[in-house]
């Protein structure tokens, strides 16, 4: 993809959302699949698991045994979760986990 083509390729889904319209959005990657509002994992054509992305933190496992590759910053974000940490995501892009990040690891001083 040409340099910056993602982040454009983002912000019309992005954008697409807002107005309303619903997108079906085929991918393997998480950070593009942090764009969906609902999750549908496929194996051999066969549908394993529908759930909203907000769950996305209770089924890491899950994900992992299906060979979806877990960024590293999510994982953080679920092993804070785990810790009862309040991380709140409104957006779900990597700067706003590492914002949520930061602030929730500044108030254990």
């Known amino acids: 993809m040409i340099l910056g083509g993602k982040d454009k390729i983002d912000q019309i889904v992005r954008n697409l959302k807002k107005e309303g319209h619903t ?10 699949i942090l764009l969906a509002d609902r999750i549908l994992v496929l194996e051999k054509g066969n549908i394993k698991t529908i759930f909203p992305k907000e769950e996305i933190f209770e089924k890491m496992d899950f994900l992992k045994q299906s060979q979806i590759k877990i960024p590293e910053i999510v994982q953080i974000i679920a092993k804070l979760k785990r810790t009862e940490k309040e991380i709140c995501l409104q957006e779900w892009t990597g700067e706003e986990m590492m914002q949520e990040i930061l602030k929730v690891c500044g108030n254990e001083k």
């Open 23 to 32: 997108i079906i959005y085929v991918t393997n990657n998480i950070s593009e």
